[in-house]
């Protein structure tokens, strides 16, 4: 019981002397000498109260901080005194506390840091050694934890100051000390058993999320992208919650930020594992780990990692990635209707159209789905872009439209404009010449109500307007929508200014088509220029300039040769386009080998052929060309030979059924009735191939059986369609 009481009445003594040791600093008073022999240095008041600063003497009846009080009283129980920086970092705190930035700022200053940061490594590293060595050493450490807690959170604290007082580059430095001295002292991470105070793992948390803060509001985002990698890279300790967080902001910074990170240090890598070659990789690597950490319940799931990812995902290509995430998520994780609208998204940008199709039909297909409309518009779309299932994608559009009544006029326009763009794909494989007219008056009424529902002009609204006009031979008013196609995308595309080259040269008008694309050429990038330069060569063609064509084709193709060398290791969005490139190369090859059988240079037709087998043996194309040279050395059986293996390819292939019916009228021995099956075969698929109008009125024309009228007619359309004939199909 003595025992006990001399314990209590020892501790009233410290927590007395301690409040009055705080009050005197307040009041500018000094502790007298019997009570105990601190210096005017240990109590780091006499430039503090001359600052003006501090509090005034009608304060001192302010209620002190328990908080502080205790703090306190651990550093003086363990240590039997307080020193000058534990002083003032009480009292910086106290003020801080307050409200008093400037004068916490002012009293944080006058800590000498860089005196005490050895003494606090050496703490810190001895309090995390094994007990069997601790137990060996008989040296005390320099300073009690409490006092490297509390020396830490001044510094913290003087961070947070000069942050509210707008000097970032200052609070990042202060912040960075923090981290430079735990990191110093535990080179091997901050250990899972140090328990010994929580406040000071509690600041270097703080401190670890703070770094990049201040960095981003200095400006200095290579700062940024190093201080969060190493929050991460270097152990903590911190907890799954603010480990996540950090994650989470820094795929954020590398997505958004504009700036480009550096790949990490090999060193800090495990060998054999991933190393990020630029931001988007990065930042993948980071969502997918948080996405992880959802899945397995580690941290909240936070729906904002899926629409990171996918932006992410979108950017680099890779959206299977993505789809294989969401199919791994659990199905209370996500919203049916999310999840299917998403991964249709995804199979569409990874061409599979019809599986993203097939996704949104088992989700529309339930009744119990109501509210759908963004379903209904990319069901739509797919069918209008892929001309697939056309009769179910009017019906998903004219279904958007009724629920769309009463809404957003702008998205009943897109609604319109797709419905547009079906009728006129279904008037094309109509058979009635009343039922297509029908169809096409359909498609432009709706075509032109999405063009007025627009507040603003729409491209992609004006582009099938456009080539609803052109493929109607409306020409004027065509060329007037591409004008205005070419205005909007304001040479961001290069759709616009082919599209007005082709009605110029509908129109005739070589010249003026040729001055189109050589402006075009002008703002467009050298790897953009493939379809441009493509076009120019027809439109020499078309002027009877062969040779011209033929320099022309050449370049293009060397450009092309440069293009894939330089590819290398590119993501997917660029392997992509280098794909479409070497489709682009063998057709070029076809135009080639066609050029020089105009010229009658067999050879070089060859190696043209050639050439373009070594790309792709199984194309249609190759073999209408190959029959052609054939044709054109009088090897008819041969010639019919290669338009019938280019039909085996691909039995729609419009211009093979035109030539095989051609060479079986000149032939002879086969009768009519086929070669009109193949003519009327190719108009069923193009109605405005004047070549197919003009053989079958030669063919009627032989045939005593028909009237010279059906004659007639077709060689007026094949005359009308070819004075509006472009160089190539519109669409």
């Known amino acids: 019981m003595r025992a006990k009481s001399l314990t209590s009445k020892r501790e009233f003594s410290i927590r007395g002397k301690l409040i009055k040791m705080i009050k005197c600093v307040w009041s500018r008073e000094q502790l007298s000498v019997d009570e105990r022999s601190y210096s005017s240095e240990s109590l780091a008041t006499r430039d503090y109260s001359a600052s003006g600063y501090s509090s005034r003497p ?54 000498d840091i860089s005196a005490v940061v050895p003494k606090m490594k050496i703490s810190i590293s001895r309090r995390c050694e094994p007990n069997k060595r601790r137990s060996q050493s008989d040296t005390v450490p320099p300073m009690s934890m409490h006092a490297v807690s509390l020396l830490l959170e001044a510094v913290f604290l003087k961070a947070k100051s000069l942050q509210t007082l707008g000097r970032f580059q200052d609070a990042a430095q202060s912040c960075k000390a923090i981290l430079d001295t735990v990191e110093s002292a535990l080179p091997e991470g901050w250990p899972e058993n140090f328990v010994s105070d929580c406040k000071l793992h509690e600041t270097v948390t703080n401190a670890v999320e703070l770094l990049p803060e201040l960095w981003k509001l200095a400006g200095s985002p290579q700062d940024v992208i190093s201080s969060f990698r190493r929050a991460l890279l270097y152990n903590w300790n911190l907890d799954s919650e603010a480990t996540a967080r950090i994650q989470k902001e820094f795929a954020l910074f590398l997505l958004y930020s504009g700036c480009e990170a550096s790949p990490p240090a090999l060193r800090s890598q495990l060998d054999g594992s991933f190393v990020p070659r630029n931001n988007i990789e990065e930042a993948v690597l980071l969502l997918l780990i948080l996405l992880r950490k959802s899945v397995l319940g580690s941290i909240v799931w936070d729906p904002s990692i899926i629409d990171h990812l996918s932006f992410a995902v979108s950017v680099s290509g890779e959206f299977m990635t993505l789809a294989q995430q969401i199919e791994e998520l659990l199905p209370e994780t996500m919203e049916s209707k999310e999840r299917y609208y998403t991964l249709a998204l995804c199979y569409c940008g990874e061409g599979e159209h019809m599986i993203a199709l097939d996704l949104l039909r088992n989700f529309l297909n339930n009744r119990e789905n109501l509210d759908c409309i963004q379903e209904l518009l990319l069901a739509s779309k797919i069918c209008a872009d892929n001309m697939v299932c056309v009769e179910d994608g009017i019906k998903y559009s004219c279904k958007a439209i009724s629920q769309l009544y009463g809404k957003c006029m702008q998205v009943v326009a897109i609604a319109n404009c797709l419905l547009g763009v079906l009728l006129s794909a279904k008037s094309r494989s109509v058979g009635s010449e009343s039922e297509k007219a029908l169809m096409q008056s359909e498609a432009l009424s709706a075509l032109k109500a999405a063009e007025r529902m627009m507040r603003e002009n729409d491209p992609y609204i004006v582009l099938h307007l456009c080539l609803e006009y052109a493929e109607q031979r409306k020409l004027s008013i065509a060329f007037y929508h591409a004008k205005k196609l070419v205005k909007l995308e304001g040479g961001s595309s290069i759709t616009g200014y082919i599209l007005l080259a082709k009605i110029l040269s509908a129109q005739k008008k070589f010249v003026d088509a ?14 953009d220029q493939g379809e441009l330069l493509r076009t120019k060569a027809k439109l020499r063609i078309a002027q009877g300039k062969l040779k011209n064509a033929v320099e022309t084709y050449t370049f293009l193709l060397a450009v092309l040769q440069v293009q894939n060398k330089s590819l290398g290791t590119a993501n997917k969005v660029v392997k992509y386009k280098g794909n479409r490139d070497r489709r682009l190369e063998m057709e070029i090859w076809h135009d080639l080998a066609n050029v020089y059988t105009a010229l009658s240079q067999w050879q070089d037709a060859e190696v043209c052929l050639a050439k373009s087998q070594a790309i792709n043996p199984y194309s249609a194309s190759r073999w209408h060309s190959t029959g052609l040279l054939y044709e054109a050395r009088g090897l008819h059986q041969e010639a019919l030979k290669s338009f019938r293996k280019a039909l085996d390819i691909d039995p ?22 086929l070669v009109r099956s193949l003519l009327t075969d190719a108009l069923r698929l193009d109605r405005t191939n004047p070549s197919a109008w003009y053989n079958l009125g030669l063919l009627y024309k032989a045939d005593l059986g028909t009237s010279a009228l059906e004659a007639i007619e077709c060689f007026e359309a094949a005359v009308f369609l070819e004075e509006s004939s472009p160089i190539e199909p519109f669409r």
């Open 58 to 111: 009608g304060d001192t009846d302010t209620k002190l901080d328990n908080s502080n009080i205790e703090e306190a009283e651990s550093s003086l129980r363990e240590s039997g005194y307080l020193n000058y920086e534990e002083a003032r970092a009480l009292l910086g705190r106290l003020e801080y506390q307050k409200g008093n930035t400037e004068a916490a700022l002012h009293v944080f200053e006058g800590i």
């Open 514 to 527: 040729e001055i189109v694309i050589d402006a075009a050429l002008d703002q467009s990038g050298k790897w």
């Open 652 to 673: 729609n292939h419009v211009a093979s059924l035109i030539s095989t019916a051609c060479i079986l009228r000149q032939l002879g021995g086969q009768s009519s009735s």
